[in-house]
């Protein structure tokens, strides 16, 4: 089945910083989700992208199937932001498989 | 409105006393699964079913079962709950037969076995 990485594993911001997160996937997929653990526990939805770019605010997503990596790009952090991203896989006929997560603290 | 529901949210229960948590959703999805997820650690799947009376074990089966009567329900249960499953519990869903192969979750279950 799909192998799924995220990178860096932790990051630590201050407010209005700048960041990108990571997930690499070993094989194709058909679906690629990006979600947001906020600190009470909800899992938040926050891009549909088996590829292409899309953009939501100050969120927004590039995913490179052909490469097999996927980038969540983060401009100028909130302390709302803080928590874990998890990427999320899915190859037809095969099962989602959930990355390990970037952990995200942003600093006032 | 698009959902999954999931209840209880919030159980406290004793070691050995036969609970199920139940998770439905509304809008016809073929695939529906349940993970658990521990303090500081990633989603691991319990179950998951691929369609009505299709289940299949998941990563960390042991001690739970699941059942796919129709297509919108898919209780999870505990027969015998023990401490070590005291955990935060997710049901998500999506199609399998066509794009989006989008999951859709729901909002959890805290649950606390002493």
């Known amino acids: 089945g799909i192998q799924v990485e995220q990178s860096p594993p932790d990051l630590i911001l201050q407010e209005g910083a700048n960041s990108t997160l990571r997930c690499n996937f070993s094989d194709s997929v058909n679906n690629l989700q990006w979600f947001h653990q906020n600190p009470w526990g909800q899992l938040i939805n926050l891009f549909y992208?088996?590829?292409g770019t899309k953009q939501n605010g100050r969120l927004s997503a590039t995913t490179v199937a052909t490469e097999r990596y996927s980038l969540l790009y983060i401009s100028s952090s909130q302390t709302t932001d803080s928590g874990v991203y998890f990427c999320?896989?899915?190859?037809?006929?095969?099962?989602?498989?959930f990355g390990p997560g970037t952990r995200l603290s942003v600093l006032p | 409105e698009a959902q999954v529901t999931q209840n209880p949210r919030y159980l406290i229960t004793v070691t050995g006393k036969k609970l199920t948590v139940t998770c439905s959703q509304n809008?016809?999805?073929?695939?529906m699964s349940w993970y658990r997820q521990d303090p500081g650690l990633g989603l691991r799947q319990i179950y998951y079913?691929?369609?009505?009376?299709?289940?299949d074990k998941g990563d960390v089966p042991e001690g739970y079962k699941v059942s796919r009567k129709e297509k919108r329900n898919f209780p999870l249960i505990l027969e015998s709950p023990s401490p070590n499953q005291t955990s935060l519990y997710f049901c998500?869903?999506?199609?399998?037969?066509?794009?989006?192969?989008?999951?859709?979750f729901g909002p959890g279950t805290r649950l606390t076995v002493t």
């Open positions: 079913s691929m369609n009505v009376e299709v289940t």
């Open positions: 998500a869903s999506s199609f399998l037969s066509g794009t989006p192969y989008e999951q859709y």
């Open positions: 992208i088996p590829s």
């Open positions: 999320d896989c899915y190859d037809y006929g095969q099962n989602f498989v």
């Open positions: 809008m016809n999805h073929e695939y």
